[in-house]
């Protein structure tokens, strides 16, 4: 009835939608593997941070690190070691 009580709404979790824990292991996992068995001066990328930048704090800033990661997606982009799909 209109003025009766309203059944409670229950909302789905989001399953297999990834969380912000789950997006950054992803991106260091490709990371990983688009350098490995190569020098990171291949791709001529400014270096954002260094060591110390990232052992200063108790956790890394992940603000910084992800937009060193954007930096270096760029750079391997324009060097054409990274297909996207527009190449």
């Not at 593997?33 to 992940?62: F, N």
Request: net charge positive; with cysteine.
């Amino acid at each position: 009835s209109p003025g009766g009580p309203r059944p409670a709404v229950q909302r789905s979790t989001s399953f297999g939608v990834p969380n912000a824990n789950s997006i950054k292991q992803m991106l260091l996992d490709w990371c990983r593997a688009k350098t490995r068995g190569y020098e990171r001066t291949h791709a001529d990328c400014p270096q954002l941070l260094d060591t110390e930048d990232m052992v200063r704090l108790r956790e890394p800033d992940w603000k910084c690190v992800y937009t060193y990661i954007q930096e270096f997606y760029r750079c391997l982009v324009q060097k054409g070691l990274v297909k996207t799909k527009k190449s």
